[in-house]
């Protein structure tokens, strides 16, 4: 640069006065002060020329350094001092805007699957207050029935006030786990799904789906279901009796009698079929609220047990206890007793037909950590595929559909001990190995 090649020179003339006053100090005295002021004076010339340098390439700096923020950039000059220091500012740059770039594309990518969903998406963050939401969120909260908007920055009762989303929400911000209700309040005559996951760097994503028609059209196959079930259950109930009476007061042939015990035979499924329907309808429905009460949970086994045992299909059955506890439960007595003859039931008819004689466990166990006891049934019959555990609980589904005939099986049992369980609070699941057999297992909340 041209400050250097004038600085250098300065810096040899100092130099060459500082050895001059030397050697005069030693052979000329008399010289001596005339060698200072030359030595001064050189040295004040060289101290404005350096710095002059040094402000030109701080400028430079500070130029480069406002051109660093626009791509493509200009490279440093090739022998100023600051070369290396601005080569490597660059190369981070560049960096920093390529991490930026990607960073960009992805919340563009966010922005559009956001905006492209059919449910209503928000974010708020850990204090509660509302962040973000999609294009589907903001259309629900401006309808002119909501009485209100999305109010970004504000907590997230100012955009909705119904205390159940607003208690699922505060759940997942407080126990960062995630969390789901049902919600009627959020707009009238519409009912929603509510799902809140906790997001990595705090606070929570709340989705709500809507799913109005979806139980309008349960509600209504289920209103269907029950009618029908009346209407078939005084006919049903008049041929099952006439055939029994014909056959145990009547002179029959051997054909007469088989076509009248194949009638009784399915009159009699057709009457526990529509018998279970009613019982799921009144179920689902709440139609007949729980006499909650508190029971020791070994009485409640131990009940199940000797009723079943009774019963004709488990003449050959061998039933375990492994395991009780005097804890009480709060539980409908009749209702558990129905979950754990279901279960019962299923287990000796589903080990029948093997070898051996059809051998059932059953126990109950205290969790006191969770507050609930939990009761098992286990059979060793042929177990059920993985594929199918997911909906062994649903309504008619049948693992062996022949096998199910066979038995006598009306496919509502599971799905009835379900709703029971979970009116109580609790919860229903099913463990199995094909080839050695299923546990069934669901848990009461415990009582003082």
Request: glycine letters at 8%; charged letters at 20%.
């Amino acid at each position: 640069m041209e400050t250097r090649s004038i600085t250098l020179p300065a810096c040899a003339a100092v130099l060459l006065a500082g050895i001059g006053c030397t050697l005069l100090a030693a052979f000329q005295p008399q010289l001596l002060v005339l060698w200072i002021g030359l030595f001064v004076a050189a040295a004040l010339v060289t101290f404005f020329l350096v710095r002059r340098g040094l402000r030109a390439q701080a400028l430079g700096v500070a130029r480069y350094v406002t051109e660093l923020s626009a791509l493509p950039v200009k490279a440093p000059i090739a022998d100023s001092a600051f070369g290396p220091v601005l080569n490597a500012a660059a190369q981070n740059n560049r960096e920093v805007q390529g991490r930026q770039n990607i960073l960009q594309e992805s919340r563009h990518q966010l922005e559009t699957l956001l905006e492209g969903m059919q449910d209503a998406v928000l974010g708020v963050d850990a204090a509660g207050r509302v962040q973000w939401s999609n294009g589907p969120m903001r259309r629900l909260m401006n309808r002119d029935t909501a009485g209100g908007s999305v109010r970004h920055g504000h907590a997230l009762v100012h955009t909705f006030r119904d205390p159940a989303l607003l208690a699922a929400v505060q759940t997942t911000l407080d126990q960062h786990t995630p969390c789901e209700c049902r919600s009627e309040y959020v707009l009238p005559g519409r009912i929603f799904q509510v799902n809140a996951s906790p997001l990595p760097g705090g606070g929570a994503v709340v989705v709500l789906h809507d799913r109005t028609e979806a139980e309008e059209m349960e509600r209504t196959q289920r209103d269907f279901v029950a009618n029908v079930s009346h209407e078939l259950r005084t006919p049903l109930t008049s041929i099952v009796g006439y055939v029994e009476t014909v056959i145990d007061h009547e002179t029959l042939s051997g054909p007469a009698r088989e076509f009248l015990d194949t009638v009784l035979k399915n009159a009699s499924r057709m009457h526990r079929l529509t018998e279970d329907l009613l019982l799921l309808a009144r179920v689902e429905q709440a139609e007949n609220p729980l006499d909650l009460q508190p029971v020791e949970a070994e009485t409640l086994l131990r009940d199940a047990l000797r009723t079943v045992s009774g019963s004709s299909y488990a003449e050959t059955a061998r039933f375990e206890i492994a395991g009780t506890t005097t804890r009480n439960v709060l539980a409908d007595e009749n209702a558990i007793m129905q979950v754990l003859g279901n279960l019962l039931e299923n287990a000796v008819k589903y080990s029948s037909g093997r070898p051996d004689p059809p051998h059932v466990v059953v126990g109950v166990t205290e969790h006191a950590s969770t507050g609930m006891v939990e009761f098992r049934v286990q059979d060793f019959g042929p177990g059920i595929p993985s594929e199918h555990l997911p909906r062994i609980f649903e309504r008619f589904y049948r693992v062996e559909k022949a096998r199910s005939r066979a038995t006598g099986g009306t496919g509502l049992g599971l799905s009835i001990a379900r709703h029971l369980v979970e009116q109580h609070g609790g919860r229903i699941w099913v463990e199995s190995s094909l080839g050695e057999g299923s546990t069934f297992l669901f848990t009461l909340p415990v009582t003082d």
